[in-house]
T-cell receptor, first 114, second 114 residues
Framework: AQKITQTQPGMFVQEKEAVTLDCTYD???????LFWYKQPSSGEMIFLIY??????QNATEGRYSLNFQKARKSANLVISASQLGDSAMYFC???????????FGAGTTVTVRA | DSGVTQTPKHLITATGQRVTLRCSPR?????VYWYQQSLDQGLQFLIQ???????AKGNILERFSAQQFPDLHSELNLSSLELGDSALYFC?????????????FGPGTRLLVL
């Protein structure tokens, strides 16, 4: 069974600074996918970034990058140059080769201060 | 805009009633997933369909049922509603429903059972 752990319930970050959101995962499969989603206060779930277990390079999408450390089973999200609109809940999630559903962590709330 | 549509956006009903939530996947996506988000349970997978067939089942109550129609839209039926069924219900879609595929979420249906 998959398991995702997000240990930071809430974080504050100053506008224009970078913030790192922690995510560790547990799976016995060799093939798996790691995802980050953003949920603003309006409620929708917005896909941010994906990392495959066999990808050798860390994924990047604009201001988002995923710090993938396979041996440590961690997939931290880095948001660079934070903006006020980045204030939201962020979820780490995964699928694996036996289980195609998304298993989510508890989420981390990010509040960006001006 | 993810391209996934859900209706209605909000639903208020009474205990014991039955409701139907509707989802249209992104154009070209064959797989639909339903998730429930509540304060106490977090994000939980309910059920997945692929091209009209049930593919995987999660923590879905017997009072809940779903189906995917030939035009690929899906409906989630919730019956004998209880107060604890109040939650945000998401539909997501992906191309073929395999591991490693990004699931794109609809805006959700916020259900309040009084």
């Amino acid at each position: 069974a998959q398991k995702i752990t997000q240990t930071q319930p809430g974080m504050f970050v100053q506008e224009k600074e970078a913030v790192t959101l922690d995510c560790t995962y547990d799976t016995s499969d060799q093939s798996y996918g790691l995802f980050w989603y953003k949920q603003p206060s309006s409620g929708e779930m917005i896909f941010l970034i994906y990392q495959g277990s066999y990808d050798e390079q860390n994924a990047t999408e604009g201001r988002y990058s995923l710090n993938f450390q396979k041996a440590r089973k961690s997939a931290n999200l880095v948001i660079s140059a934070s903006q006020l609109g980045d204030s939201a809940m962020y979820f780490c999630a995964m699928t694996d080769q036996h289980d195609y559903k998304l298993s989510f962590g508890a989420g981390t709330t990010v509040t960006v201060r001006a | 805009d993810s391209g996934v549509t859900q209706t209605p956006k909000h639903l208020i009903t009474a205990t014991g009633q039955r409701v139907t939530l509707r989802c249209s996947p992104r154009s070209g996506d064959l797989s639909v997933y339903w998730y429930q988000q509540s304060l106490d349970q977090g994000l939980q997978f309910l059920i997945q369909y692929y091209n009209g067939e049930e593919r995987a089942k999660g923590n879905i109550l017997e009072r809940f049922s779903a189906q995917q129609f030939p035009d690929l839209h899906s409906e989630l039926n919730l019956s004998s509603l209880e107060l604890g069924d109040s939650a945000l219900y998401f539909c997501a879609s992906s191309v073929e429903g395999g591991g490693g595929e990004t699931q794109y979420f609809g805006p959700g249906t916020r259900l309040l059972v009084l």
